[in-house]
Structures are given as structure tokens and as C-alpha cells.
């Protein structure tokens, strides 16, 4: 009786959809519209788009030719004559264009995250945009003076540091001109990789719309092959004055819907109210019978526990009266007296298991190292971290510091290698001070370091793993220092 009921709604719910269906296509018909309105929208969607990206890429293009004019006009400042001032002006000048830039590049272009492709090139042009920053620009804001040449000096890595500026100011031309063109590459490498990715990359909120516009294509179809045969019928007897009578058929469509909706609904809560007494009663009976069977199981626990414990209470008793007549002596055999505890001492066992922290090899370098370290020279690689990592480091990147082959002389580390081990230590002659502690310290724990400390001893050396056979490697794993 009830499934009979049910399919009857259900047929007055389809009745009503199929009528609202063959009303909305003869109003189409009547109005003389499109079977497919939505395509020219989704077409006019696609076209804003596509200018969205390309307005966006125009600004791109705009902002890095001021960066790049601001940047010439600085390079010409700083390599002519002109007054400390006027160096100070054009580094503020250059250092807002690059702020416009990074701005753009990282918080206007995407409303949503971009794919990992794109974030590595947007990273890879911060860290360039940091590195222009940070080593010059940002140093000459206060203009040009003896502290200034000092620290641009510091940051290119000019060895020795004099306070003479004869080669520097080649050296922040070459160095400008040399991002700048980086700079370009990288940009147009990004603008590429853009426009190669879905049209709405950067616009997700029309990319949503286009979505909804296909989903309901997908919808009006379905709905129009199961209303068809209605809607033929309907369109050759209805005369020029139908849109009344769609109107009015529409209202009686969505009545009929309504009606069968509520109708079924209050039949399945009536049917459901029926049963729910039948099955509290089935569910208190299950509760009835649990609640037994877990006060057998009890019964039976607290038993077991009752006649061991009598048990027990029986050979202390014994032990007692054995005590009281003598029976006991200081001499007597261990088996003989009740034992109730496990005959494993927890120190052996620790001591049994005590594994050692640290390799032979490692201790044999180690004091190798801090008695003569000028013997491990000879078969030690010269290294030297590379100026990304460490700028990577600055940024609050945390990424793994790469270190790279450098000629004699030039490095503060040596790469120790040999069958089954790559490890990392400080150089003989390294001397620890404010200009390269910070990597020093990303390198090896610094304990108990001090401003002004050189004197050290290695506790244990870093491990690093290679990345192109005897070139680069990767840290691994930090060493220790003890200062």
C-alpha cells in the first residue's frame, strides 16, 4: 500500500516538472529565442577574461621597464660623479619600483593559489628582487660614504675590503646589469608559463561562473528530452496569445509539485512514527539481555579475583608462621621465599641495551681534527655555501643549504669524503666573526658562542650529501661547535 501511494506522488512530481518544462519552450519559442542561450554568454565570459590577462600581463610589462629605467638611471648615479644625495634619491626611486613589482607579481596577478610551476618562478624572481634590494640599493638609501662602500663591498664579496672605491663601482654596474637582464628572462619565462595554463588561471571567480554556465547547459538538455513530447503537443494548439496560459500552467505545475512533496512527506513520517514503538521495544529487550550477560561475565571476575586472593592470603600465612617458629634464617635459599616480582633488574637491562651514539670513524676524525687539522687538508675538497642558499636562509626560506667547489684559497669549509661518508668541517685557518657567523651557524650548533669567540673545538662534523658528483652538496645534517 505504501510503495502504491509513493509511485502516485511520484507521478504528480513528474506530471508538474514535464508541464513547466513544456511551458519554458514555448515561451522561447514565442519570443523567437536561441535553443541555446547560454553559449553566447559563455563566449562573452571567455573574451573578458582573456583581456583581464591581457591588461594583466601590460601591467607586468609597464612595471619592469620603470624598474629596469630606475635601475639605469641608479647604475649611471652611482658610476659618475654626482653628490651622496642624489645617489640617496635614485636608490629610494629604484627600491619603490621594486616593491611595485614584487606586489604585483605576488598579490594582484592570482586570486587563488597558482600551480607549484608557477610558485617556483614567482620565487625565483623574489629572490631576485631581495638580492637587487638588500646588497645595494638598500645600503646607498642614506647615500654615498665610507660605511656604505664598506657593506656593498661585504655583500658582493669583494676580498680584501679596503676603504678605496676604485674597482667597486664597476663591480655594482656589472652586478646591476646582471640581474636586470636575469630579471627579464624570468619575467618573460613567467608570462609564458601563464598564458600556457587554463584561460582563467588568474581569474577564478569567472572561471567558476563558466562552470555554472555548462552545468546548467547540461541541465536545460536533460530536462528538455524528458518534457519533449509535451512540449510539441503544447506548441500546436496553443494560439499567438499563449503567454497567459504558460503563465497559468506554470502556477498549476508548481502546486501540483508542492502538493505531492508535502503529501509524501507526512505519509513517510506517519509510517515511520508506526514503527518506532515496535522497534524501542525490540532495542529495550536487546539492552535487557546485554545488561545480563554482563553481570554473568562480572560475577564470574569478581569470583576468579576472590579465590586468588584467598589463595594468596593462604601462603602469606604460611610464610608467617615459618617466621614465628624460626624456620627462616638469614642464610636460607632465595626458591624458598615467595617472590612476587619480576627477577629482572631494570638497570641491567639498560645497561645490557646502552648503545653507543656515536661511530669510531667520527671520534677518530674528530680528534684527529682538533689536534692536527692541517693533516686532513690534503684529502679535503674546498667549499663555500652558495649566496642563494644563504639569501634563501635570510628570507625565512627553510631550505637545505648548498655548498659548491671552490679554488684554494677561496673557501671557509672542507668536504671530507670517502666510501660510505660525506662530512662537513671548518677549515684550518677560518676566523669566525659578525660577517660570516650567520653562516657558520646555519651550518654547525654554535655552543656557548660569544661576539668576539674564534677559538673553537669540533664536537662533531656536519654530513652533507652530494648533488652532482665532486661539485655541490647538500646539508644534511648540522654539525657541532664548542666555543
Known amino acids: 500500500m505504501g510503495k502504491r501511494n509513493s509511485s502516485r506522488y511520484f507521478l504528480i512530481f513528474v506530471l508538474g516538472v514535464s508541464l513547466l518544462a513544456g511551458c519554458k519552450k514555448i515561451q522561447q519559442q514565442n519570443d523567437g529565442k536561441s535553443d541555446n542561450p547560454q553559449a553566447t554568454t559563455f563566449e562573452q565570459v571567455q573574451v573578458q577574461d582573456n583581456r583581464k590577462l591581457e591588461n594583466l600581463q601590460k601591467e607586468l610589462d609597464s612595471n619592469y621597464q620603470e624598474v629596469d629605467a630606475a635601475v639605469k638611471a641608479f647604475s649611471q648615479e652611482v658610476t659618475g660623479k654626482s653628490r651622496a644625495s642624489q645617489v640617496g634619491l635614485r636608490s629610494s626611486q629604484v627600491n619603490k619600483k621594486l616593491e611595485e613589482l614584487s606586489e604585483l607579481i605576488n598579490k594582484k596577478m592570482f586570486t587563488s593559489q597558482p600551480p607549484e610551476e608557477i610558485k617556483t618562478k614567482i620565487g625565483e624572481i623574489n629572490i631576485l628582487i631581495e638580492s637587487l634590494r ?18 656593498i663591498q661585504r655583500n658582493l664579496g669583494q676580498v680584501p675590503i679596503t676603504e678605496s672605491n676604485k674597482n667597486l663601482k664597476s663591480q655594482i654596474d656589472k652586478f646591476l646589469k646582471s640581474n636586470l637582464t636575469q630579471l627579464d628572462h624570468q619575467i618573460k619565462d613567467l608570462k609564458l608559463s601563464v598564458s600556457q595554463q587554463p584561460t582563467n588561471l588568474a581569474l577564478q571567480p569567472a572561471l567558476v561562473t563558466s562552470d555554472r554556465l555548462h552545468v546548467a547547459r547540461l541541465g536545460e538538455g536533460v530536462v528538455s528530452q524528458s518534457a519533449s513530447s509535451l512540449g510539441n503537443i503544447t506548441q500546436t494548439r496553443l494560439p499567438n496569445n499563449s503567454d497567459d496560459k504558460a503563465v497559468t500552467l506554470s502556477y ?6 508542492g502538493c505531492s512533496v508535502v503529501v509524501s512527506t507526512y505519509a513517510l513520517l506517519t509510517r515511520n512514527s508506526a514503527k518506532a514503538p515496535a522497534n524501542r521495544t525490540r532495542a529495550n529487550r536487546n539492552r535487557v539481555t546485554q545488561i545480563s550477560v554482563n553481570q554473568s561475565a ?30 627462616i634464617t638469614e642464610n636460607q635459599d632465595e626458591h624458598n621465599l615467595p617472590r612476587f616480582a619480576t627477577e629482572r633488574n631494570p638497570t641491567q637491562i639498560s645497561q645490557r641495551y646502552r648503545i653507543s651514539q656515536e661511530s669510531p670513524d667520527i671520534k677518530k676524525l674528530v680528534e684527529r681534527y682538533n689536534t692536527d687539522p692541517g693533516s686532513l687538508s690534503h684529502n679535503a675538497i674546498e667549499v663555500s655555501a652558495r649566496e642563494d642558499s644563504i639569501t634563501q636562509r635570510r628570507l625565512g626560506l627553510q631550505q637545505a643549504i648548498v655548498l659548491e667547489r671552490v679554488g684554494r684559497g677561496k673557501g671557509n669549509y672542507w668536504v671530507l669524503t670517502g666510501k660510505d661518508f660525506n662530512y ?9 666573526n659578525e660577517f660570516n657567523y ?3 651557524e646555519a651550518l654547525f650548533v654554535c655552543n656557548n658562542y660569544q661576539p668576539g669567540y674564534t677559538h673553537f673545538q669540533l664536537c662533531k662534523p656536519g654530513k652533507v650529501m652530494p648533488i652532482s658528483q665532486g661539485e655541490t652538496w647538500q646539508l644534511s645534517e648540522q654539525g657541532q661547535l664548542q666555543f
Open 134 to 151: 638588500q646588497k645595494v640599493i638598500k645600503p646607498t638609501q642614506k647615500g654615498w660614504n665610507k660605511r656604505t662602500l664598506l657593506e
Open 252 to 257: 498549476i505545475a508548481i502546486l501540483l509539485s
Open 298 to 327: 562480572e560475577s564470574e571476575i569478581l569470583q576468579d579475583h576472590f579465590v586468588t586472593h584467598t589463595e594468596l592470603e593462604k601462603v602469606l600465612a604460611e610464610w608467617k608462621r615459618q617466621m614465628t617458629h624460626g624456620q
Open 424 to 432: 662537513l668541517v671548518p677549515k684550518k685557518s677560518i676566523k669566525i
Open 438 to 440: 650567520e653562516t657558520v
